[in-house]
């Protein structure tokens, strides 16, 4: 499976971004989940949050919480990542991943397929 992220780029804060990841092959699936993480400079790889192929089920971490919002419309459209109220904290490269049935969804070790990530800067 090959992810291809978009849609990063730079906002000031307070601002909005919306994240894609587009997958080579059908994921439409409850057993494929689609997840997304976030990397700072200097810093390792965060969850940010992630669902279910077929969108039946989302999964936020505590920061991203109330201002991310994972969603994907059907089979043909991508995954998408609304990001709401960025702060400086959200300055990062942005990385789309996906596997069947992750043991640890919160956890990068758990997937296998990786975009190449999307940066987001975010400046006051």
């Known amino acids: 499976v090959n992810l291809a992220e978009s849609g990063g780029g730079s906002v000031q804060t307070g601002g909005s971004l919306k994240l894609s990841c587009l997958a080579s092959?059908?994921?439409?699936?409850?057993?494929?989940?689609m997840g997304w993480f976030r990397q700072a400079p200097g810093k390792g790889r965060e969850f940010v949050a992630a669902?279910?192929?077929?969108?039946?089920?989302?999964y936020h971490s505590p920061a991203a919480r109330g201002r991310f919002t994972i969603s994907r419309d059907s089979a043909r459209t991508p995954s998408y990542l609304q990001m709401n109220n960025l702060g400086p904290g959200g300055t990062a490269v942005y990385y789309c991943?996906?596997?069947?049935?992750?043991?640890?969804?919160?956890?990068?070790?758990?997937?296998?397929?990786w975009g190449r990530g999307t940066r987001v800067t975010v400046s006051s």
């Open positions: 991943a996906a596997d069947y049935a992750p043991r640890a969804i919160q956890l990068p070790l758990g997937y296998k397929y």
């Open positions: 092959m059908n994921t439409f699936s409850n057993d494929f989940i």
């Open positions: 669902s279910r192929g077929n969108d039946t089920s989302q």
